[in-house]
Nanobody, 123 residues
Framework: QVRLVESGGGSVQSGGSLRLSCAAS?????MGWFRQAPGEEREEVAT????????ADSVKGRFTISRDRDIGKNTAYLQMNSLKPEDTAVYFC???????????????????WGQGTQVTVSS
């Protein structure tokens, strides 16, 4: 059974930092972070497949996605610095066996999702 377990969310003041972790039950080619604020659509935040990363314009220069390369450790991280109130959302980890570029061609979202973790940034 595939599992994605997020951790690291919480409350922080504007300008602060948080690091989210996503522990997967197995290796995935693609891992990504999405977020959804109340009343808003889900937004892709950052993705990594093998060594290629992408970022939403709103987080470039502030967020960094990485993944643990050790054998048997299938964990992705999202380091979030200089947090702003507009970063407040539920953050979801996603994973797939296909690279992001192919998913875009297939017009689909990642197959596997975590339960989400709340990030709240106060001004």
């Amino acid at each position: 059974q595939v599992r994605l377990v997020e951790s690291g969310g919480g409350s922080v003041q504007s300008g602060g930092s948080l690091r989210l972790s996503c522990a997967a039950s197995r290796y995935f080619v693609y891992m990504g972070w999405f977020r959804q604020a109340p009343g808003e659509e889900r937004e892709e935040v950052a993705t990594i497949d093998r060594s290629t990363t992408t970022y939403a314009d709103s987080v470039k220069g502030r967020f960094t996605i990485s993944r643990d390369r050790d054998i048997g450790k299938n964990t992705a991280y999202l380091q979030m610095n200089s947090l702003k109130p507009e970063d407040t959302a539920v953050y979801f980890c996603a994973a797939d066996d296909t690279a992001r570029s192919l998913m875009l061609l297939q017009r689909r979202v990642p197959a596997y999702w975590g339960q989400g973790t709340q990030v709240t940034v106060s001004s």
